[in-house]
């Protein structure tokens, strides 16, 4: 009915019945949040969808439309959402977290990449600009106005956000180029990165988070307070911890190599240089605190509102094993590298524990991939069920795969010249049959169980995404008789966006992982 009283008005205003429409929309999302039931959540997708049909610059409506699309899963509308917004400088800070903290996790890698050079041109401009600014200050004479530039620049600097998209498009980077298109010494040679050095200003982070971007009308006892912000900025600031851990181990683990580092270690400690593997390990032994400061936060089980802050993606990265997975890879790093260093005689003791990281490390990826299996989308009793937890785990475990792989090439590189120097000691020696230590065939079957795994994930992915093709949501919604014309039309667009989007991640994860799959036959030794 309101619609009736702004006939005349142009696209760029706003109708003046809009705040009726979010009003509803934050209704149904109450509901939701009281019953637990998905249905409102869908309905509330229905009234704002319509809502910036009627009114396209609403800016709430986009915002909260991106809010409860990256819930459900669906990324891929929210990056015309967002475009639109047409987000001006320091937003790009300030509300730059409602799109990468998503994009990723979601498993649009290409949207993510975007996202995050958009956002990092923003920073990078602005250390550019301000310098600018201090000097014309300078130049004529408005001296008081330096000390904001400083301030204002430092400020952007040390962004809790800008830190956080910095280390994930570098991980990023890693995990869609690294030993396919590129070898990993040389993507890590290319980011300038340097595994010893840690550039976050740890003590200087500021959280420049907007947690007021969302209209809300709840009552108190139901609104982000100053107690949540310091929660969530404790809980970002750990995950930003193991994320730029993970990244610096796999830059040492980039550093270590059979014929230069093992060779000449000693020989650096008796000159004071510091083992490229000691480096390893002590970052080793700083992930391991990061768990525990993240675990012991995740004990605290704190539930942010819906209409502030997301979680970050820790809780995710801890339940599904991804952590243990990737730790045990740098173990057996460890091992190897010990290995390599006291030869194959007199090291039963390590290549029992290789053999055992080998065997446990197989075993925590099958557990990982166990979370990844189910559908995302399912119909019943005549309403839409979605499971993005099946997205989100997905791309755990492409991720996992990766520095798996990388991990698995680094032990190819060190076996590989130690089976062929025994074989020809067996050659000198003419013995009639060459008997290889167990630590090669461990490996050869660990090889072989990788591949499996693969293989079967990606068919996995074949079924899900065949399972969601063969959803016939129009039929399902067409069918219902108390809907308009106007309403089915409506709901049959927030459906075909959802499927659309979780069939495009669903496609670029399948793509990474056969990537992955090819680089795994060139570690057999």
Request: proline residues 2%; aromatic residues 10%; negative net charge.
């Amino acid at each position: 009915h309101g619609l009736e009283f702004g006939k005349s008005c142009l696209k760029t205003e706003l109708q003046s019945c809009d705040n009726y429409c979010l009003l509803a929309a934050h209704v149904f999302i109450d509901i939701w949040k009281d019953t637990g039931d998905e249905w409102p959540l869908w309905q509330s997708l229905y009234v704002l969808e319509e809502g910036l049909f009627h009114s396209p610059c609403n800016a709430q409506f986009k915002l909260l439309l991106t809010r409860i699309f990256c819930h459900l899963g669906a990324f891929e509308p929210v990056v015309d959402l967002y475009s639109s917004l047409d987000a001006k400088h320091v937003q790009h800070d300030t509300i730059g977290y409602l799109l990468t903290r998503y994009a990723e996790a979601l498993g649009q890698f290409a949207a993510a990449s975007q996202s995050c050079n958009f956002t990092l041109r923003f920073f990078h401009s602005n250390q550019k600009d301000t310098s600018e600014y201090i000097i014309q200050a300078y130049k004529y004479g408005a001296f008081e106005k330096i000390p904001e530039f400083i301030a204002f620049r430092n400020r952007l600097n040390n962004s809790l956000h800008f830190a956080q998209v910095r280390t994930e498009r570098m991980l990023l980077d890693l995990f869609l180029e690294a030993n396919i298109s590129v070898s990993l010494e040389e993507s890590i040679k290319s980011m300038s990165l340097n595994p010893e050095d840690d550039d976050i200003p740890w003590n200087d982070l500021r959280d420049n988070r907007d947690i007021n971007v969302l209209t809300n009308w709840d009552p108190k006892d139901r609104q982000f307070t100053e107690e949540h912000r310091k929660l969530s900025v404790e809980e970002e600031i750990i995950w930003l911890h193991i994320r730029s851990l993970t990244l610096r181990l796999v830059g040492a683990l980039s550093t270590l190599s059979h014929t230069r580092d093992s060779k000449n270690c000693e020989k650096n400690a008796e000159n004071g240089v510091s083992c490229k593997i000691d480096t390893l390990k002590t970052l080793v032994q700083h992930l391991e605190e990061a768990f525990k400061s993240g675990k012991c936060f995740l004990e605290q089980n704190i539930q942010y509102p819906f209409l502030a802050l997301p979680s970050s993606r820790m809780a995710g990265y801890f339940s599904t094993g991804t952590c243990h997975c990737q730790m045990s890879c740098f173990h057996l790093v460890c091992d190897i590298y010990d290995l390599d260093t006291s030869g194959m005689e007199e090291t039963v003791e390590i290549q029992e524990r290789i053999r055992d990281n080998f065997a446990s490390l197989l075993l925590q990826l099958k557990e990982l991939f166990s979370c990844c299996k189910g559908n995302l989308m399912e119909v019943k009793n005549s309403q839409c069920k979605t499971n993005p937890a099946v997205l989100e785990n997905l791309v755990f475990f492409v991720e996992t795969i990766s520095i798996v792989l990388w991990t698995s090439s680094y032990c190819a590189s060190v076996l590989r010249p130690l089976k062929s120097n025994l074989q020809k000691k067996k050659k000198k020696k003419k013995e009639a049959s060459v008997v290889l230590p167990p630590a090669f065939t461990n490996y050869q079957d660990y090889v072989t169980g990788l591949h499996s795994l693969l293989a079967e994930a990606l068919e996995h992915i074949k079924g899900v995404d065949a399972t969601l093709t063969a959803l016939k949501l129009e039929e399902l919604f067409l069918e219902d008789t108390a809907l308009s014309e106007v309403e089915k039309k409506f709901t049959k667009t927030v459906q075909g966006k959802v499927q659309s989007s979780y069939q495009r991640s669903l496609q670029e994860i399948e793509e990474l992982l056969k990537k992955r799959l090819d680089t795994v036959k060139v570690l057999k030794i």
